[in-house]
């Protein structure tokens, strides 16, 4: 595989794992935390597109990554760019696979139905058979799904995303609304379900959290916060902080941070 920057270590495998994942602890989940594209795989765009939004979530490597050396907990990462498969979808979805994004159309995913099931045979199936390994052998007590948010779409100039911090969830709202709450008290600019809404895309977390009733929260930081080391500490910080929060609210009893 190739990194074209931010990613922080490289293997063959569509994920990577931070520290070691414990029964009643918390799980860290970052589906789109890569923009590596494996060598063998051509998408038809110049390379500086795979530094921008629409490759990976930018930020979330990094505070996933201080999170895990400052607080005993694991992550479960994404090793492998949204524009090659995208992990936070349903195989029935078409942009499982995305041929365009943000505007931007990938040519190289035009792709044989034949040739669309060999990409998700080797990348998305992995990833989620993993995961779903790892939460029924080590069942976390709260998961952490983090994702980022560019402040603008260049196909929608016009749009504001004004929100530091949005979450999102779908079905299993309590830990969710918490969180809202311990956000809003530190002084944050948070968004319920915004900038969109997880009643709408939620896939990974309708899948392995809340089908397994496993309380989680969705979280997406705005991605000019979290892309210099200050921004990334302060986040790692907030975010564990919240979910000390949250899991006392629910009783959950994960350590003190």
């Known amino acids: 595989m190739v990194d074209h920057g931010g990613a922080i270590t490289v293997t063959q495998d569509p994920y990577r794992i931070l520290g070691e994942p414990e029964h009643d602890g918390l799980l860290i989940i970052g589906d789109h935390a890569s923009n590596l594209v494996p060598p063998d795989v051509d998408l038809g765009i110049a390379a500086p597109e795979l530094d921008r939004h629409i490759a990976w979530d930018i930020g979330v490597a990094e505070v996933a990554q201080l999170i895990v050396s400052q607080y005993r907990c694991a992550a479960f990462l994404g090793n492998v760019s949204r524009l090659v498969t995208d992990l936070n979808r349903y195989l029935s979805d078409a942009d499982v696979v995305p041929v365009q994004s943000d505007g931007l ?115 997406e930081l705005r991605q000019n916060e979290v892309d210099q080391p200050a921004g990334q500490e302060r986040f790692a910080r907030i975010l564990t902080e919240m979910c000390h929060y949250v899991s006392e609210k629910l009783g959950l009893g994960l350590q003190k941070p």
Not at 111 to 133: M, N, V
Not at 181 to 194: K, M, N, S
């Open 105 to 219: 159309d990938i040519p190289g995913n035009n792709l044989s139905p034949g040739q669309r099931e060999e990409r998700i045979w080797r990348h998305f199936a992995p990833y989620h058979d993993r995961l779903t390994a790892i939460l029924h052998n080590q069942r976390p007590a709260l998961i952490l799904s983090l994702h980022s948010f560019t402040p603008s779409l260049a196909s929608r100039p016009e749009e504001r995303r004004p929100w530091e911090v949005g979450v999102l969830y779908n079905e299993a709202e309590a830990p969710s609304k918490h969180a809202i709450e311990f956000l809003d008290a530190a002084g944050i600019c948070v968004g319920d379900q915004l900038p969109y809404s997880g009643k709408v895309l939620n896939a990974t977390m309708n899948r392995h959290a809340e089908a397994n009733d496993i309380p989680y929260i969705g979280i």
